[in-house]
């Protein structure tokens, strides 16, 4: 179709069809379609309530946003806006008269005269008491807010756009893309924040049953010279799209990526810091992303414009496609693969359909399987039952792990820079460790470890990563929140776990994240590979952070001590010159010479000042000539301990091995920095990243 013109889609469902025959006259058997079945049980996929809903809403769409972008290795600038829509434009979006209350007593915020006497009553007696406590210095609490504030039925509104910069869809794809429940394209066995097909259709299925309006998806691929505009709603029963319009318009500016629209009930006062907070852990996680979040109302006050700036152009490689592995197939899969596979006979299959089969090894395999398998067999002709065995074989063989080159870890250096740039810590430390394997799956583990920083709590700070996605909800049954409190000693590598400002940082990224349930919320604490992976990854990061603090202390000390000494130079030249002043009256009076053997704090002082002299005597007449004041002393005792401190710094420094002066940090920028041309340096206190 050419730009501008618009059709119906042939997704659309006729009238009459939009109801699903349930069950025959004669069958107590009914069916839900997939969309059915999500929007009855929407809590399973993280749309709980009105305030969840936004949330995940904002969630699923920018996800949606990162892999597009990643995909075509593009740095994302990404814009989400939150637009709060007021109850009588929103009647007017849909096409509603506002219409005045008649009858007051119907509704469920009404109060009879009497109550609202009793409620008033008692709000002035809350007030009363709390000015009496504000004057007597007590602690006063918040006044409960007054019942009279909305009605149960009173919704609020919000229009929830996404713009990127990514790849866009293609036109015919969208209607399905959008409006039909468990479809996607992110189903291969790949490293991808989204995997069920669901999000997107889960916002629409939402937005269908609190506004009823629909959602709009504009979308231009590169270098596509029309932009596709789509408009549609989700048929539940069916589960396909019902399309309002669907068009090619002009695309002028040659725009790449897609942009979605809509527009749901939610609850901004209640969820606005999870949003805000998921947004920020992004911009850790992604720190080569530019993110510009707004939330929009007709309140002015309220507004909100956060942008996330980009901090490198440095992006994490694109992931990988794989095979599976043998040792995480099962029945089902195995049969789809010999549905699928193009391959001819058995060797072929098991060469190229799995990782680290190579052909010595399959052959192997299939002279273990047994007199009726042959490498020649026709991968077609294999049974039901043959392929019983292949899995049972398959579960008890050995098999190299998968390598983890088809991850895409954050990396230290971004993981790093996304901390240091989002809460600026006294001192940071990160890990990034190699590829382990649970149920034939690779994965791989990162961690940070702050200590102090603007905005953190006491204590620790956990921040979760799942293939680069911030887990928030959930906290406590996740195996970092698990680990981090109970089985790392953190009074061992010199922090304290409740008085520092602790930030406890893991990303773990795989083909398949173990999540529990469908809402992407946390991984579980009961599988022991990711466990110990998250264990030695802190604990590697605390091993680094305990050197910097152990050196932290003693530079403390020391200048605590040379404080301290400091300022006891005023007190102990004075009391010195007071004693030598009156030695030396009541000397001038016996006139007798006097060796200077006993007295341990003026040997002390004269050990060390420049003035040696044999004799007291002579000390004496510099005293009573005005050669040595109180000042002098002072001066002297106060280069003495600089003398100290340098000689004990220097020795330290020898014990540590610091050889040189402090350094500082530079930064080479390569003239051609092409992509994956670079090493990493790793040292405990930095990584350094160099581009050949
Ligand atoms: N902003 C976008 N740019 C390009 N393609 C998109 C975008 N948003 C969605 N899609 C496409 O629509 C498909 C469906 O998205 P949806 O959010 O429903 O599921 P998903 O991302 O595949 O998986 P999950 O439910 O786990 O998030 C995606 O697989 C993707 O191909």
Redesign the pocket.
């Known amino acids: 179709m050419e730009p501008g013109g618009s059709s119906k889609s042939q997704t659309e469902p006729k009238k009459r069809q939009s109801k699903t025959p349930r069950k025959p006259k004669d069958s107590v058997l009914e069916q839900k379609s997939p969309a059915e079945f999500f929007a009855e049980n929407k809590n399973i996929a993280g749309f709980d309530n009105p305030g969840k809903c936004l949330y995940t809403t904002v969630r699923?769409l920018v996800?949606?946003?990162l892999?597009?972008t990643e995909s075509i290795s593009e740095l994302p600038v990404i814009e989400i806006t939150i637009e709060d829509i007021e109850k009588s434009k929103f009647n007017s979006m849909i096409g509603l008269i506002d219409r005045d209350r008649v009858d007051e007593a119907l509704y469920d915020d009404y109060e009879t005269a009497k109550a609202r006497e009793k409620r008033l009553a008692k709000e002035a007696r809350a007030q009363e008491i709390q000015a009496k406590n504000a004057s007597v210095g007590k602690k006063v609490k918040e006044p409960p807010a007054s019942k009279t504030m909305k009605s149960r039925g009173e919704a609020s509104f919000y229009k929830v756009t996404?713009k990127?910069n990514?790849?866009?869809?293609p036109h015919d794809d969208i209607p399905n893309?959008?409006g039909r429940v468990l479809?996607?394209?992110?189903y291969g066995l790949k490293q991808t924040?989204?995997?069920?097909?669901?999000?997107?259709?889960m916002a629409l299925i939402w937005s269908k049953m609190s506004t009823g309006l629909p959602i709009e998806i504009s979308?231009s691929m590169k270098s596509q010279n029309y932009i596709s505009f789509c408009r549609l709603d989700i048929d539940i029963h069916r589960n396909i799209p019902h399309v309002h319009l669907h068009e090619k318009q002009d695309n002028k500016d040659q725009w790449h990526g897609?942009e979605?629209q809509v527009v749901i009930e939610g609850n901004w006062t209640t969820y606005r810091s999870k949003i805000l907070h998921y947004m920020r852990q992004m911009a850790v996680i992604t720190p080569y992303a530019e993110f510009l979040f707004k939330f929009v109302s007709d309140a002015s006050d309220k507004n909100v414009t956060i942008r996330f700036a980009r901090r490198t152009d440095v992006m994490p490689p694109v992931p990988l496609e794989t095979k599976h592995h043998p040792s995480s197939v099962d029945l089902l899969l195995i049969k789809r693969l010999i549905e699928e596979t193009p391959k001819q006979n058995l060797l072929q299959f098991l060469q190229h359909e799995f990782v680290n089969i190579r052909k010595a090894y399959a052959e192997r395999l299939i002279g273990e399987l047994g007199p009726e398998f042959s490498p020649k067999m026709p991968i077609k002709s294999i049974t039901s039952q043959q392929i019983v065995r292949i899995h049972q074989l398959f579960r008890q063989a050995k098999f190299d792990d998968p390598s983890g080159d088809c991850l895409s870890p954050a990396g230290e250096y971004n993981l790093r820079l996304g901390i240091i740039k989002e809460l600026h810590p006294d001192m940071v430390a990160t890990y990034s460790g190699s590829a382990r394997v649970f149920e034939g799956h690779p994965f791989i583990v990162e961690a940070g470890v702050s200590v102090g920083g603007k905005d953190v709590k006491q204590g620790l700070n956990i921040f979760r990563f799942a293939n680069r996605i911030p887990l928030l909800f959930e906290q406590g049954a996740d195996v970092v929140t698990r680990t981090a409190l109970k089985r790392i000693n953190w009074s061992g590598y010199k922090i304290n776990q409740t008085q520092d400002k602790i930030g406890v940082f893991v990303s773990i990224v795989s083909t398949k994240i173990p999540f529990k349930g469908t809402g992407?919320e946390y991984i579980g604490d009961d599988i022991t590979e990711i466990a110990s992976a998250v264990k030695s990854a802190i604990q590697q990061c605390c091993i680094q952070l305990k050197t910097k603090i152990v050196k932290k202390i003693q530079a403390r000390e020391q200048q605590e001590r040379k404080r301290s000494l400091s300022m006891y130079a005023d007190n102990a030249a004075t009391a010195a010159y007071n004693v030598l002043e009156a030695m030396e009256k009541s000397q001038a009076s016996k006139k007798q010479r006097y060796e200077v053997k006993d007295a341990e704090m003026h040997k002390e002082i004269l050990t060390h000042s420049t003035v040696r002299k044999e004799t007291l005597r002579e000390l004496y007449e510099e005293i009573s000539a005005g050669a040595i004041t109180k000042e002098m002393l002072r001066e002297k005792l106060l280069q003495h301990v600089e003398q100290v401190d340098y000689e004990m710094a220097l020795e330290y420094a020898t014990h540590s091995g610091v050889s040189e002066e402090p350094r500082e940090a530079i930064f080479i920028q390569s003239l051609e920095a092409a992509e994956d041309n670079f090493m990493d340096l790793h040292s405990p206190a930095f990584v350094f990243r160099l581009f050949c």
């Open positions: 699923e996800e949606n946003s892999d597009s996404c990127d990514g790849k866009g869809m893309m959008f479809s996607g394209t992110k924040r989204g995997k069920f097909g669901l999000g997107a259709k979308s897609a979605i992407k």
